[in-house]
């Protein structure tokens, strides 16, 4: 594995925008001595989100783009009985209410978030509107008018809270303690705020998920927790936090840390190349008489990624080449 074409997966801790996880990646390559090398992000986490960020170095900023299109996953917790202007903990309120929504309520409405619903940004999002950034209009005084778009929500439920149960079990507020759920005169359980989990299309909004819920509820919320889980291939479990990153500048190894540029293909099989069909495909000259089925292959001439192809009736057509040496370092 060549060290400098590949990913590093961040746990972007809260407070750290996206390009200053960037900034932080080529800092410490720089102070660890490795020549400079082309870094960046395969998809953009709020600065008051955390979790899985993925960095592309070298050859694999190639992938950068389809990272952004791949479906990302989101723990987040939605406040009941304030919205604010930016639909989470930074902006001012807005709206009060004393309404909170049932329990059973709540877990009773995901079903109508999922699949392909219509969804209006936020005002304060890094979306163009006229040539400019929403967010620069809105924080200018504005008043951002934003257009519905259509995203997918592939599923949407409620957070188990395993790993946090202290914090889910404080959220829920009941009125006269725990209802017995065999009596019917018992009261219903309340939620004052709520944890989800979704899995969501490129393009959408947790902020403006969590606001539609809770008006649909009768209700007002903003978003106090979002946690990126998953981001296409890749998942928290591969994720290094700050300090291991920070690490390398002093002197731990790269290769520690860093993931081949192939494991951003985890998701499409892998075509298998010949000596001669390796040389063409880095001619960019089209191959023929492939076996497979018709689809998005990574090709690769031993375990050395080639190029990004699509097959076409034993065809390949050329998506992205790898400029990486024949022997993987």
């Given at each position: 594995?060549?060290?400098?074409?590949?990913?590093?997966?961040?746990?972007?801790?809260?407070?750290?925008?996206?390009?200053?996880?960037?900034?932080?990646?080529?800092?410490?390559?720089?102070?660890?001595g490795y020549p400079k090398v082309k870094v960046g992000h395969g998809g953009t986490l709020d600065p008051l989100a955390e979790g899985v960020l993925p960095i592309a170095l070298g050859?694999?900023?190639?992938?950068?783009?389809?990272?952004?299109?791949?479906?990302?996953?989101?723990?987040?917790?939605?406040?009941?009985?304030?919205?604010?202007t930016t639909l989470d903990t930074e902006g001012e309120v807005t709206a009060r209410t004393d309404r909170r929504p049932p329990l059973a309520a709540v877990a009773a409405v995901l079903d109508?978030?999922?699949?392909?619903?219509e969804q209006v940004p936020p005002a304060?999002?890094?979306?163009?509107?006229?040539?400019?950034?929403?967010?620069?209009?809105?924080?200018?005084?504005?008043?951002?008018?934003?257009?519905?778009?259509?995203?997918t929500i592939h599923s949407l439920e409620m957070a188990s809270g395993a790993d946090r149960t202290d914090e889910v079990e404080s959220t829920f507020a009941t009125t006269g303690g725990r209802p017995d759920p065999y009596d019917p005169a018992a009261p219903l359980e309340l939620a004052d705020a709520v944890t989800l989990l979704a899995n969501v299309s490129k393009g959408t909004y947790i902020r403006s998920l969590a606001r539609d819920i809770a008006r649909s509820l009768g209700t007002l919320g903003h978003v106090t927790y979002l946690r990126r889980?998953?981001?296409?291939?890749?998942?928290?479990?591969?994720?290094?936090?700050?300090?291991?990153?920070?690490?390398?500048?002093?002197g731990a190894r790269l290769e520690d840390i860093i993931l081949?540029?192939?494991?951003?293909l985890d998701d499409?099989?892998?075509?298998?190349?010949?000596?001669?069909?390796?040389?063409a495909i880095r001619q960019g000259r089209v191959i023929s008489g492939q076996p497979q089925p018709d689809g998005l292959y990574w090709a690769r001439a031993g375990n050395v990624p080639v190029a990004l192809v699509e097959l076409f009736e034993g065809s390949t057509k050329i998506v992205r080449g790898f400029n990486l040496p024949d022997v993987a370092e």
């Open positions: 594995m060549n060290p400098q074409h590949g990913w590093i997966i961040l746990d972007k801790p809260a407070g750290l925008g996206s390009t200053q996880a960037v900034g932080a990646v080529k800092r410490n390559l720089r102070e660890a050859e694999a900023t190639k992938l950068a783009g389809r990272m952004l299109d791949a479906s990302k996953i989101y723990e987040f917790t939605i406040q009941f009985g304030e919205e604010t109508h978030f999922t699949g392909e619903i304060y999002s890094a979306l163009k509107v006229d040539g400019k950034r929403a967010y620069d209009r809105a924080r200018a005084g504005e008043d951002v008018e934003m257009k519905s778009r259509r995203v889980t998953k981001a296409g291939p890749f998942t928290e479990k591969q994720a290094i936090s700050l300090d291991n990153l920070n690490a390398v500048g002093k081949p540029l192939e494991a951003g499409i099989p892998a075509l298998d190349l010949s000596p001669d069909e390796a040389g």
